[in-house]
């Protein structure tokens, strides 16, 4: 109940591609779904962040889309650059405060 | 604004040695800490959290203690380290929605 299920474990684009980056969820009590990206001998960085009241949310090179029904999220990185090759989680929570639930990661390369 | 801070930045112990890693915040009261410990291309495994002084919660059980000695003070210790726990060791914090990591020790136990 508490798992949030990530794939691919990892995922190779060629550089302006869009790498997709999905996560399922079983708890409907979830109501927080954020996304960190981690560089090698770097601890995660929060990349962006989604509330279940809405569908999408961008930031920049980077959307989440949210289904609440089909209870998935998913990292969408536009025109995807070599630096963005790094590791990426997306997590959930339920309610402010409490404990993140993290996937498994998906290893990103983007190549020239 | 609020700081993380996380010591050392790398550690390499004899297997039966002691461990100390220590997490500290800064820029906040009262926060909720957490350990977690990352083996090589793997995930992030919760080891310890805390919601408060002496409060400690513990997610597997291992050859690891935590303790909260301080507000903002999270150490991570063992009497005797193991092989199997060499990794990188992240300390975490939260106050409301979302963490903020510190920037890892890398242990490896020799």
């Known amino acids: 109940q508490q798992q949030v299920k990530q794939s691919p474990q990892s995922l190779i684009v060629q550089k302006g591609g869009i790498p997709i980056i999905n996560c399922a969820y079983e708890?409907?009590?979830?109501?927080?779904f954020p996304w960190y990206q981690q560089f090698p001998g770097k601890g995660p960085a929060l990349l962006i962040a989604?509330?279940?009241?809405?569908s999408e949310k961008k930031e920049g090179r980077f959307t989440i889309s949210f289904n609440k029904s089909a209870k998935q999220f998913s990292l969408h990185i536009m025109d995807s650059q070599p630096g963005d090759s790094a590791t990426y989680f997306c997590?959930?929570?339920?309610?402010?405060?409490?404990?993140?639930?993290f996937g498994t990661g998906t290893q990103l390369k983007v190549e020239l | 604004s609020q700081t993380i801070h996380q010591w050392p930045a790398t550690l390499v112990q004899p297997v039966g040695s002691p461990l100390s890693l220590e997490c500290t915040v800064e820029?906040?009261?009262?926060?909720?800490l957490y350990w977690y410990r990352q083996a090589a291309g793997r995930g992030l495994q919760l080891l310890f959290y805390s919601v408060g002084i002496g409060q400690i919660s513990s997610e597997v059980p291992q050859n690891l203690s935590a303790s909260r000695p301080q507000d903002r003070q999270f150490i991570l210790s063992s009497k005797k380290l193991l092989l199997s726990d060499s990794g990188f060791y992240l300390c975490?914090?939260?106050?409301?929605?979302?963490?903020?990591f510190g920037s890892g020790t890398r242990l490896t136990v020799v």
């Open positions: 820029g906040t009261s009262n926060p909720n």
């Open positions: 975490a914090w939260s106050r409301h929605y979302g963490y903020t």
């Open positions: 989604i509330r279940p009241d809405v």
């Open positions: 997590a959930a929570s339920t309610g402010g405060g409490n404990k993140l639930t």
């Open positions: 708890n409907t009590a979830f109501d927080y």
